[in-house]
């Protein structure tokens, strides 16, 4: 059974910056697909982050540009880089896994949001 633990998550200011990290065990297979979603009370998961099996990554549009996901050789460390964070970033988030899935002739990774296998996720807190 695959497992997701993440850390890094606390409490900052608004402007400052955070780092997320994931370790993912049980997985021997490195064509894997691994992103970060996230979810405040009373609402849905929210994408934020995803970098697929090729190496390409995908960011939400209210992250773009703040933040940075990055994954070590081994492919089963994932980061996110958080900067200039906003009290809107307040949120737990989710570090995410799961496997390219076929579509006619090409492959591709499902939403972070949609993943099989999600970690207990850490709060990042972001305050005025």
């Known amino acids: 059974q695959v497992q997701l633990e993440e850390s890094g998550g606390g409490s900052v200011q608004a402007g400052g910056s955070l780092r997320l990290s994931c370790v993912a065990s049980?997985?021997?297979?490195?064509?894997?697909?691994m992103g970060w979603f996230r979810q405040t009370p009373g609402k849905g998961r929210e994408g934020v982050a995803s970098?697929?099996?090729?190496?390409?990554?995908v960011y939400t549009d209210s992250v773009k540009g703040r933040f940075t996901i990055s994954q070590s050789d081994s492919k089963y460390t994932l980061y996110l880089q958080m900067n200039s964070l906003k009290v809107e970033d307040t949120a737990t988030y989710y570090c995410?896994?799961?496997?390219?899935?076929?579509?006619?002739?090409?492959?591709?990774?499902?939403?972070?949001?949609?993943?099989?296998?999600w970690g207990q996720g850490t709060q990042v807190t972001v305050s005025s």
């Open positions: 049980r997985v021997t297979d490195k064509q894997i697909c």
């Open positions: 970098i697929d099996h090729r190496g390409n990554t």
């Open positions: 995410a896994l799961d496997w390219p899935r076929r579509h006619g002739s090409t492959w591709s990774c499902p939403p972070p949001a949609e993943s099989g296998y």
